[in-house]
């Protein structure tokens, strides 16, 4: 028979080393089946979010930008943090504006698709996915003095064959890109 699990007891919160984005900390946890206690790091940080746009002529909205983590550009959705006590959804809908210079003509259209935990084993957050159909060009960017973003369209139809090449590879943006698809059937 297979045991129950239980979940870990807290034992202690280590010192937290505060970075621009995340809080890096390492937790003394303790197993209720074993007795043992662990070390468990942990990064603590803000909720995300990430948009399908999609144009009235059917193309999706992407940006194109620098990630220091793989030390490559990389073309992705619009995303960004959510504020603190900020809606997903328009948290969104800011982050489209501000990365892209688009909005959804009919903002009422606009719903979250799907909220997903980018990485459960240390991480805290959650990421949500917001689809913003029927988006037009209303105004400039509005960049935080550290980004750096080209904006570019592709029409959906080259979706499956920019996945497929590469092209479109970062997680939590196939992730949005499957929520999307799933809400179109």
């Given at each position: 028979m297979a045991k129950t699990l239980l979940p870990f007891l807290e034992v202690s919160q280590g010192e937290s080393d505060r970075r621009r984005v995340f809080?890096?900390?390492?937790?003394?946890?303790?197993?209720?089946?074993?007795?043992?206690?662990?070390?468990?790091?942990?990064?603590?940080?803000?909720?995300?979010?990430?948009?399908?746009?999609?144009t009235a002529d059917?193309?999706?909205?992407?940006?194109?930008?620098?990630?220091?983590?793989?030390?490559?550009?990389?073309?992705?959705?619009?995303?960004?943090?959510?504020?603190?006590?900020?809606?997903?959804?328009?948290?969104?809908?800011?982050?489209?504006?501000?990365?892209?210079?688009?909005?959804?003509?009919?903002?009422?259209?606009?719903?979250?698709?799907g909220v997903v935990h980018p990485n459960p084993a240390f991480m805290s957050n959650v990421c949500t996915t917001v689809l913003a159909p029927g988006c037009a060009l209303v105004g400039e960017q509005q960049l935080d003095a550290s980004e750096e973003i080209e904006i570019g369209t592709v029409p959906l139809d080259e979706l499956p064959a920019r996945v497929a090449s590469g092209e479109l590879s970062t997680a939590l943006g196939l992730v949005g890109l499957y929520w999307w698809e799933r809400s179109r059937h």
């Amino acid at each position: 028979m297979a045991k129950t699990l239980l979940p870990f007891l807290e034992v202690s919160q280590g010192e937290s080393d505060r970075r621009r984005v995340f809080t890096i900390r390492s937790d003394q946890v303790k197993s209720q089946l074993s007795g043992r206690t662990f070390t468990v790091d942990r990064l603590i940080g803000p909720d995300w979010v990430n948009v399908v746009a999609v144009t009235a002529d059917q193309r999706l909205v992407l940006v194109r930008q620098w990630r220091f983590g793989t030390r490559s550009f990389t073309w992705e959705l619009p995303a960004g943090l959510v504020e603190h006590g900020e809606d997903p959804l328009q948290a969104g809908l800011r982050e489209l504006r501000e990365e892209t210079g688009y909005a959804p003509v009919d903002a009422a259209q606009a719903r979250v698709l799907g909220v997903v935990h980018p990485n459960p084993a240390f991480m805290s957050n959650v990421c949500t996915t917001v689809l913003a159909p029927g988006c037009a060009l209303v105004g400039e960017q509005q960049l935080d003095a550290s980004e750096e973003i080209e904006i570019g369209t592709v029409p959906l139809d080259e979706l499956p064959a920019r996945v497929a090449s590469g092209e479109l590879s970062t997680a939590l943006g196939l992730v949005g890109l499957y929520w999307w698809e799933r809400s179109r059937h």
